[in-house]
């Protein structure tokens, strides 16, 4: 059974550019969030999707924005990257109390 | 959501139990108590979770006072592997139709050595 899947596992982009990256949830789970880690900090929440709607949104520009596929499978996107914006971005799909997490991708902007 | 403070950093021997406690006094009635583990560039793990006295499972065990003010996750016998960030997450979750959001702090850094 495969676990959470996130690609690609590494990326550079240029300040300005936009980036896409995907996630694949857990076999059976319908729901699927998205977070960003700094480097030394813990996750932080950037939203959640479940039968393909947002339902809850942290703290997150705008440019930030996602879907969710009828499959469940999810995307991230964020737009006119800043150099702050460099962080593992992690999916995470749940079943009850549970949170699966997937191994991140690595978001370098230069 | 209920904030949390635990220690910043831990270290310990290789067979040693650690307890790391985390202090949540503003936790509400339907909160629950939740520990994740996690290596670098990994995703947390989850390792146990709780709403009052003890859990235990085969990873580590779960204390939580009456007042449920505060929580204590133990790991018997660490090792070397178990060197990581240990973070504990406190709020509601809901069971049907819309999952968790979870909150996150800055979390333990558990350190081992031989």
């Known amino acids: 059974d495969a676990g959470v899947t996130q690609s690609p596992t590494h990326l550079i982009k240029t300040r300005g550019q936009q980036v896409t990256l995907r996630c694949s949830p857990k076999?059976?789970?319908?729901?699927v969030s998205w977070y960003q880690q700094a480097l030394g900090q813990g996750p932080q929440f950037i939203f959640q999707?479940?039968?393909?709607?947002?339902?809850q949104r942290g703290n997150f520009p705008d440019r930030f924005s996602g879907h969710q596929y009828p499959n469940y499978s999810s995307e991230l996107n964020v737009n006119a990257l800043l150099l702050g914006d460099s962080a593992l971005y992690l999916c995470?799909?749940?079943?009850?109390?549970?949170?699966?997490f997937g191994q991140g991708t690595r978001l370098t902007v230069v | 959501l209920a904030k949390t403070t635990q220690p910043i950093s831990m270290d310990s021997y290789e067979g040693q139990e650690v307890n790391i406690t985390c202090s949540h006094n503003?936790?509400?009635?339907?909160?629950?108590i939740t520990w994740y583990q996690q290596f670098p560039s990994q995703g947390p793990r989850f390792i146990i979770q709780?709403?009052?006295t003890k859990v235990t499972n085969e990873v580590a065990s779960l204390f939580i006072p009456a007042d449920r003010k505060s929580s204590t996750l133990s790991l018997p016998r660490v090792s070397l592997s178990d060197t990581a960030v240990y973070y504990c997450?406190?709020?509601?979750?809901?069971?049907?139709?819309?999952?968790?959001?979870?909150?996150f702090g800055t979390g333990t850094q558990l350190k081992v050595e031989l």
């Open positions: 997450l406190v709020g509601a979750y809901i069971l049907t139709g819309g999952g968790n959001k979870l909150t």
């Open positions: 999707y479940y039968e393909e709607e947002e339902r």
């Open positions: 995470a799909s749940s079943f009850r109390a549970e949170a699966f």
């Open positions: 503003n936790i509400a009635t339907n909160d629950y």
């Open positions: 076999s059976g789970h319908d729901t």
């Open positions: 709780g709403y009052k």
